[in-house]
């Protein structure tokens, strides 16, 4: 098993039928970290709406980000478009899991990332939810 300082992860799409819920399983298993950021659509509640596609995989991958946090990894969840309902919940803490709008990771030599999931830059998204709506239901047909 590897470790390293922080893992980032987005677009999981939990609750759906194209989530690879079980290669994400073999990663973590192999990489342990300091970090985990979550930026965005881990969980698909837009598809959700629709049908849920909730496989056991699901579970173990959220046991598993639960567990880091019990056991000192620093997990930050920032929501984007498709678990935007939590967005209401930035500066929260749920257990040991934040909840942020934004976040600067400072990496070890000491470069500042500013960590967003990107979703508030995609046009579509802010000015035509509509036709994103309608690319996810395409999309998950």
């Not at 967005?87 to 470069?111: L, P």
């Not at 509509?130 to 996810?136: I, Q």
Request: glycine content about 6%; aromatic content about 10%; hydrophobic content about 40%.
């Amino acid at each position: 098993m590897s470790s390293v300082r922080a893992i980032f992860l987005s677009d999981v799409h939990l609750g759906t039928r194209a989530c690879q819920a079980e290669r994400l399983l073999d990663f973590l298993r192999e990489h342990e970290s300091d970090y985990l950021f979550l930026l965005g659509d881990i969980v698909d509640f837009w598809a959700m709406k629709r049908s849920v596609q909730w496989a056991p995989s699901h579970n173990t991958v959220v046991q598993k980000v639960l567990r880091r946090a019990r056991h000192g990894c620093q997990v930050i969840f920032i929501p984007g478009n498709h678990d935007e309902a939590l967005r209401e919940h930035a500066g929260v803490a749920f257990g040991d899991i934040r909840v942020e709008s934004e976040w600067i990771h400072h990496t070890a030599d000491g470069r500042r990332y500013w960590l967003v999931h990107g979703d508030e830059y995609d046009q579509v998204t802010r000015h035509h939810r509509w036709v994103a709506l309608l690319g996810d239901v395409a999309y998950n047909a």
